[in-house]
């Protein structure tokens, strides 16, 4: 072998080294995502939290406790043992939580309502990380990377494991670093997957878990409890999600560094890639994914990572969503409880009947909103038009997502790429310094960019459209979360057409019919003018053929389709048009801010819209509108204004002040709650009419 040819090898091996170690640590979480979904067929997008939050309180109590390496060995194991026991007890603790307040108020009425709970249970976990680095930065306990309160945990651990290369130590003559923690982490994993595999086909609680994921009408018929086997359930899958992060410390000497409902995606796909309710499946998809996350990070670029990733999930989903060993004909009939699937038997999701209260505002109401919106600029400053225009273009977009999730039923947690692919595409033809703008004679009119940016915007809705022809609802919405991800990820790499994560500036005002609009009343008198067409437009259409269409499609797919309702037509209008709707605000958005940034397309921004469409009454016009008012100005003018007030009334020198973030930055805690308590409400509400 000549020299080149032993260097290309020992970069592969290497390169397997780093990507069965990382994919080890990924199947040890993968195994407690896959015990957990497999009795409840629905993902809790809070389980990435619980992982990130178990590290945090690892290296917490670590530093606390000041373990180093040169601790006697007995010492340091015990040390290690102690954390590695309070890690899985506060995994499952949380775990348990969660099923407690996030799918337990909702069994029996939807698939979809207990998704939306955990996503707003995640943005409070992302919140408490926040508060938590603050908390470890003040008393010293951190020791990582300093910085703003706006970061999440990152704090650094002693390397507690030993390096002793293997590679040298055995005499072999490769340049390779195989250390005796890599052994120690596919050791572990290995015993994991096939601990939980023995544990669920020989324990008592293991069969009943068992039992329930096969058949639940079946096992209660034979005594088993599926309340207490699902508690059980996530109770087991939390302590593995514990004892991953314990692991995932201990190999990084760091925190996990990813919150909120992105952290558990990957995990999710091993899972999925290894067959639902297979340990041993999830640890060989972990260690592939892992695998292919070292190649792509060297052959490729480290950045495109995730995109291949979110690729390979989406790809999943829609190609194979039981994954390469599972039973597709068993993935419609589990769901836990017998009564589980009566929320979900006649059609897409009982979602639009059971958020769907829709508010109802008389005509002397909805008269006098109108004309207080008309008269608002009078008595205002021009900062405040700015926040109201800002709020106008949020109500444009719960108008859009008000139509897809209230009437055809489909829940869409990656809508604000709809929004930002508006937004770029404007800014791209507006920009006289770009490489698609320096081409076009400068200024373009208005209508002609909104009239692009919404057409590309609905092509990209259509796009959807055809995945949701494969895909059941909670499915598509773990495609549409991971389409949000992705969507922002290529924006960051994109940066010579984009400008990456600093966007784009400078962005001229809009110019309609040759008048260039500068002032800020014109700005807000010219949202205020889209946000009544488009309110007029969609309750006309929402009364129209196709909005009855949509509504028989969202309530029952099947008698939709018995009674000549082309199901899949209506499901592509209904991404398609609202799609287009948010291309439309993306556009205004631009040309009132003259910049555009990553944000717009962010998973976060695709939450708030959806908690303002549930806050108003999923499928209501008014609603919509009303909600967006009120969510958008709680976060954008109360907020502020509160935070204010109570920076005045603070007494200056006491430690809790320096502790406790500002207002402000609980943004993420207050619309969590909001997001939570909404559905809860609403569907409690609706559960106790029926």
Known sequence: MSCGHLHCAEVILQLLVFGLSNGAILALNAIGITVVYSTVRTLNLAHGDVFALTSVLVTTLLNAWGVQSDWPTL??????????????????????????????????????????????????????ALIWRTTTWVYGVHHGDGGPVNQVPLNSIPDLLPTFNLIKALGWPLNVTLGINNVLIWGLAGAGAVGVSLFLSRTHIGRAIRACSQNPQLAQLCGVNPDAAIRQAFAFGGGLAGAAAFVFTLYYSRSFGQHGAQSGLLAFTAALLGGVGSPVGALASGLILGGLSAFSDYFLAAQWTPVLLQVVLIGLLVLRPTGLSGDESRDEATTLAPSARAGVSGGRDA???????????NREW??????????LPLGVSEHSLVLLTGIGLLVMLALGLNILLGHAGILDLGYAVSYGVGAYTAAMLTNRWGSFGSLLPQPVDFILVLAVSATLAALFGALKGLLALRLRSDYLAVVTVAISFLAHQVILNLRSITGGDQGIAALPPPSILGYTLTNPIAHYYLVFGFIVVLAIASQRLLNSRIGRGWLAVGGDETAASATGVDVARHNLLALAFSSALAGMAGALNVALFAYVAPELADFPTSALVLGMVILGGAGSVPGA???????????????????????????????IPAIAPDIRGLNYLNFGLALYLTVLVRGRRKGDEA
């Open 625 to 655: 509108i009303l909600g967006g008012l009120l969510l958008a100005g709680y976060g954008r003018i109360i907020i502020p204004r509160l935070a204010e007030v109570l920076a005045q009334l603070q007494p200056g020198q006491l430690p």
């Open 351 to 361: 979602v639009t009947g059971m958020l769907g209260q829709r508010t109802r505002l």
């Open 75 to 128: 010492s340091r194991a015990g040390a290690l043992a102690l954390t590695l026991g309070i890690a899985i007890l506060f995994g499952a603790a949380l775990n348990v939580g969660i099923e407690q307040i996030a799918f337990r108020p909702f069994r029996g009425r939807s698939r979809l309502a207990p998704l939306i709970a955990t996503l707003g249970v995640s943005f409070i976990l992302y919140q408490i």
């Open 366 to 375: 909805v008269w006098g909103l109108a004309a207080l919106a008309v008269i």
